[in-house]
């Protein structure tokens, strides 16, 4: 796919390689030729019997595990079941961001790095200039203390309860990568307020769907972030969407903004305590910077909300995916720890590469790795930023960041890694990737090509890689291999996480014989497992647990909407979604966004989405579009290029860039069963070229023939 053949020139020197490609095993160098003094589990030995004990006896597995959070009163029950219904540590009382911060700071560690951020811009900017840089200009880096986030979260914990946020509320929140959005975020769960964050690539209708679904009442922004050189206009966004709700009837009371990009001239900004509409704007800096730094962490119950997390589904709206405290709390602390074998006070600093947008970010940027007193770093902006002189669009940013923060554990995703193996091997070469001790991946599966470039050309081989497979609904991971513990196979996700009864089995709930593919169920609740869709009980019973059971108990299981198989050695592989959503570039969506945004334009009649494979991305998103014909002649307009840049462009408004299709396809009409299902499979077949329909598709496509040919098996 690239310059690089993605066979490594000399494998590891314990790499066991055999002469099927899916069987090579990789065993991990011991711990201290990476730097670690210790393994938190370290031979599969081990692991194999803490997952049977942690399975076999979950109460007692993690009533030991919830020792380590602080507790504001002790849990009288570890779990409470009525499926599809858990409660974790019923009766206790904690709060999140006094687990992230608070502690630290008062076993002595405030002046201790807990947050180290990298801003996009190079040049003027710069704060604190780092050496080792190859650029003429620095970046900005800031780095945040334990004391400091106590003193900022508690300031803007201050901000929100004057703007009168209260527990139980739920804040909005939709701003770049910048440390405030960890204050923003921590700040509202220092209150116990839930956080519901929306990723910076959403736009307004997005916006507008999801504060409307939490029926939230407070919004935290920016002015703008900065993204490749440009500036993101965040606050834009949000305006559009508070008129959408003005028109809906629902009222946003405050928009809180911080100043980032300050890229609109002075006239065009507001002061503090103007009203637009119904809603009154406040500048973060007048509001939070001004605020008391005293602010007590909440004392919150154990199943109170800690945040709402909007992810794709196959049908209808977003779902608003509901985690509670210290359920969710036990589950990052512990995951984090053991898949990337986190420690403090050992010269690590970890760097996960997602957007706090995404749940990746919610765990394993913040909660997760805060809670481990491992600082994190957070980076603004994009890989391919400043580009390589001469190639435009490749960068090297990311291995100049590793090499000089000193990255220990670095966690990207496979779309990220195919991307920089088409940029070139030279680039990540160019830089000292010496302070990396474990890889991540996440997102979707991981083809063996780009697992073994990963391993070679960034873990130089000797990092072992954790490939961790998990979804928004499950907290956190839930598959993946332990450093050191589970030797690995590029492309597998290996192994249950200690507390996970994970299955393969069909509809009927028997397990699958090895290497039959099935479906990936999870058969015991564990803390970290989502508690409810927001506001719609019918979608969480039904997508989660309405299709799988215990086939003797008639007990639910969790199913996950994935197929995946076991093979031999019990190891995962999971092979992708089974319902109608896709992973473009690791990011979820669900087909009917992309369907509802193409038909809201007038031209169209019917659209039908479906994903196609590629090579960059995962999958790309092929349209097919049937057109109003009275509409195009009224406008005299035709199926033409310029028409598809029109309705690519419809759906990057209404949805966000990331859902932009990749192809549409005009067509007469869309084929469906009699029963008027349209036939997605024919589609995917079409949009993969396996069905030639007609000698000349340039414009319409005709799928009245094969439609009739393919009615039958697909009903
Ligand atoms: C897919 C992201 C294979 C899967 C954390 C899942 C993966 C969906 C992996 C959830 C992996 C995630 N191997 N597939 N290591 N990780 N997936 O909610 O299809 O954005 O259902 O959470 O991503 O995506 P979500």
């Known amino acids: 796919m690239s310059q690089q053949s993605g066979t490594p020139e000399s494998p590891s020197p314990d790499a066991i390689s055999s002469i099927l490609v899916e069987n090579r095993v990789f065993r991990p160098a011991p711990a201290a030729s990476l730097g670690f003094t210790k393994w938190h589990i370290g031979s599969i030995e081990e692991y194999k019997a803490l997952h049977a004990y942690s399975v076999d006896d979950p109460e007692n597995f993690w009533r030991e595990e919830a020792q380590n959070l602080a507790w504001f009163r002790p849990f009288d029950t570890v779990l409470e079941w009525h499926a599809p219904d858990a409660k974790w540590f019923v009766g206790g009382q904690t709060n999140a961001c006094y687990n992230c911060v608070d502690r630290h700071v008062q076993a002595g560690h405030g002046d201790q790095t807990a947050l180290i951020w990298e801003g996009e811009p190079l040049g003027p900017r710069t704060s604190h200039p780092v050496e080792g840089s190859r650029y003429a200009a620095e970046p900005e880096v800031k780095s945040l203390t334990y004391r400091d986030l106590q003193i900022a979260t508690s300031k803007a914990a201050n901000a929100l309860k004057a703007l009168g946020v209260k527990k139980g509320d739920v804040v909005t929140i939709y701003m770049p990568m910048v440390p405030e959005l960890a204050v923003a975020i921590l700040a509202c769960t220092r209150i116990g307020a839930a956080h519901s964050v929306i990723f910076g690539g959403f736009a307004a209708h997005a916006i507008s769907e999801r504060v409307m679904d ?75 910077d001004t605020a008391s730094d005293a602010c007590p962490c909440e004392p919150m119950d154990s199943e109170d909300m800690l945040f709402l997390l909007y992810t794709s589904g196959s049908t209808g709206k977003p779902k608003g995916i ?25 010269g690590q600093v970890f760097w996960c590469s997602a957007d706090i947008g995404w749940v ?26 400043p580009a390589i002189e001469g190639r435009p669009g490749a960068g090297d940013r990311f291995w100049d960041i590793i090499a000089r923060h000193r990255v220990t554990q670095f966690y990207t995703a496979p779309t990220a890694i195919r991307t920089f193996m088409k940029w070139g091997d030279d680039l990540p070469a160019r830089h000292d990737l010496s302070s990396l001790r474990v890889l991540g991946t996440v997102g979707e599966p991981i083809n063996p090509e780009a697992w073994i470039w990963y391993h070679t050309h960034i873990g130089r081989t000797r990092c072992p890689i954790v490939d961790t497979y998990w979804q928004t609904e499950t907290g956190g991971h839930v598959c993946t291999p332990l450093p050191r513990a589970i030797p690995t196979k590029p492309g597998s996700c290996t192994l249950p996480m200690l507390g996970i009864d994970a299955a393969v089995v069909n509809e009927r709930g028997e397990e699958m014989p090895p290497n039959k593919g099935g479906l990936f169920c999870i058969r015991k609740p564990w803390p970290g497992m989502l508690r409810g869709v927001y506001g719609n009980r019918e979608r969480f019973v039904s997508n989660y647990w309405g299709r799988l059971k215990d086939p003797k108990t008639g007990m639910p299981w969790y199913f996950s909407a994935d197929g995946s198989r076991r093979d031999q050695d019990g190891y995962f592989w999971v092979m992708g979604r089974v319902d109608d959503v896709i992973k473009v570039s690791g990011h979820l969506l669900g087909t009917m966004e992309v369907e509802s945004a193409l038909v809201s334009h007038p031209a169209v009649a019917e659209a039908a989405v479906v994903g196609v494979p590629h090579e960059i991305k995962g999958n790309a998103i092929c349209a097919f579009v049937s057109l109003k014909t009275h509409w195009l002649k009224a406008h005299k307009r035709e199926p033409d290029a310029a028409l598809r840049a029109e309705l690519t462009a419809h759906v990057a408004h209404e949805v966000g860039a990331l859902a932009k299709p990749d192809q549409i396809r005009f067509a007469d009409g869309l084929p469906k069963t009699r029963s008027g299902k349209i036939m997605r499979r024919l589609l995917r077949d ?30």
């Open 360 to 385: 990746t970010g919610h765990t394993y940027v913040l909660y997760g790795i805060l809670m481990n007193r491992v600082p994190t770093l957070m980076y603004e902006g994009a890989p391919n930023f």
């Open 322 to 346: 509901q985690h509670t405290t210290a359920g969710f709390l036990v589950h990052a602390q512990m995951t984090a720890r053991l898949a990337f074998n986190l420690m403090p006070d050992a």
């Open 214 to 288: 939490a029926h939230s009442r407070v919004i935290i922004t920016a002015d703008g972030g900065y993204r490749r050189g440009d500036v993101v206009p965040l606050l834009k966004n949000v305006e559009e969407a508070l008129d959408q709700l003005t028109n809906q009837g629902h009222i946003v009371n405050h928009v809180l903004t911080l100043r980032r990009t300050a890229h609109e001239p002075p006239s065009k900004r507001f002061r503090t305590g103007e009203k637009r509409g119904a809603t009154v704007l406040h500048w973060w800096h007048d509001a939070v």
């Open 686 to 715: 079409v949009a993969n070229g396996v069905e030639k329909i007609t000698q000349d598709t340039t414009t319409l496509e005709d799928f009245s023939v094969v439609a009739k040919l393919r009615e039958s098996d697909e009903e």
